[in-house]
């Protein structure tokens, strides 16, 4: 069976989560825990696995460990083809991939758990400014993804795809954080969508082994 070296919180090992739920494929969980003793992540057992030391690793049977969640999300919808993530049309799938893109380029990267230590540590940065910060980046690219989204059920038609599997976890991050929401409509009822089918309650972090 393939290993998930995964944390509950994190966004980008939560997005594997959701496809791997979605191609009904079996993982076995390793729990690697980003803030007990200063972040199991920085340890050299984890580093031996993740030389970049986050979170996820996929690792497959034979041992060959693929990190970096776009990548490995790539993967696994080029080795288990069926459920798609992407729509059939070529500028259908664009869409989506550009959906991605703005959770993946421009939210999650500046409000990652590193990017947040940064601040606090270096920039003298108080919860407050964190939060402000962290809002800030949330709320410009929903704006973003709120524009592009269209009357469909889900952003890439009639089922859930590549782009709730990256939503889906920014939208509980925002929660998580208290950015108001109300805003982006779409976006909250894709979300609310996806949160009545198995394979996101399944990956949901309120239900991953670590969570305890």
Same mark, same amino acid.
């Given at each position: 069976?393939?290993?998930?070296?995964?944390? /509950?919180?994190?966004?980008?090992?939560? %997005?594997?989560?959701?496809?791997?739920?979605?191609?009904?494929?079996?993982?076995?969980?390793?729990?690697?825990?980003?803030?007990?003793?200063?972040?199991?992540?920085?340890?050299?057992?984890?580093?031996? &696995?993740?030389?970049?030391? %986050? &979170?996820?690793?996929?690792?497959?049977?034979?041992?060959?460990?693929i990190i970096q969640s776009p990548a490995i999300l790539e993967f696994i919808e080029e080795r288990w083809p069926e459920p798609a993530l992407l729509p059939k049309d070529?500028?259908?799938?664009?869409?989506?991939?550009?959906?991605?893109? &703005? +959770?993946?380029?421009?939210?999650?990267?500046?409000?990652? !758990?590193?990017?947040?230590?940064?601040?606090?540590?270096? /920039?003298?940065?108080?919860?407050?400014? &964190?939060?402000?910060?962290?809002?800030?980046?949330?709320?410009?690219?929903?704006?973003? +993804?709120?524009?592009?989204?269209?009357?469909?059920? /889900?952003?890439?038609?009639?089922?859930?795809?590549?782009?709730?599997?990256?939503?889906?976890?920014?939208?509980?991050?925002?929660?998580?954080?208290?950015?108001?929401?109300?805003?982006?409509?779409?976006?909250?009822?894709?979300?609310?969508?996806?949160?009545? !089918?198995?394979? /996101?309650?399944?990956?949901?972090?309120?239900?991953?082994?670590?969570?305890?």
């Amino acid at each position: 069976m393939i290993k998930l070296y995964d944390y /509950f919180r994190s966004s980008a090992a939560y %997005r594997v989560r959701i496809a791997l739920n979605l191609k009904g494929v079996g993982y076995e969980h390793v729990g690697v825990h980003l803030v007990r003793d200063g972040g199991e992540q920085h340890k050299p057992a984890y580093k031996a &696995v993740n030389p970049q030391g %986050r &979170v996820p690793t996929l690792e497959l049977e034979d041992g060959t460990r693929i990190i970096q969640s776009p990548a490995i999300l790539e993967f696994i919808e080029e080795r288990w083809p069926e459920p798609a993530l992407l729509p059939k049309d070529d500028v259908a799938r664009a869409h989506v991939r550009a959906l991605a893109a &703005v +959770i993946a380029c421009d939210i999650h990267p500046l409000n990652n !758990l590193s990017s947040l230590g940064l601040l606090r540590g270096k /920039f003298g940065a108080d919860e407050a400014g &964190v939060s402000e910060w962290y809002a800030h980046w949330i709320t410009q690219g929903f704006a973003t +993804i709120e524009a592009l989204l269209g009357d469909t059920p /889900f952003a890439g038609g009639e089922e859930p795809g590549l782009a709730e599997v990256y939503l889906v976890p920014q939208v509980f991050n925002a929660r998580r954080f208290n950015v108001p929401l109300e805003a982006f409509p779409k976006i909250v009822a894709i979300d609310a969508a996806a949160a009545a !089918l198995p394979a /996101f309650v399944k990956a949901h972090p309120d239900n991953q082994p670590d969570a305890a």
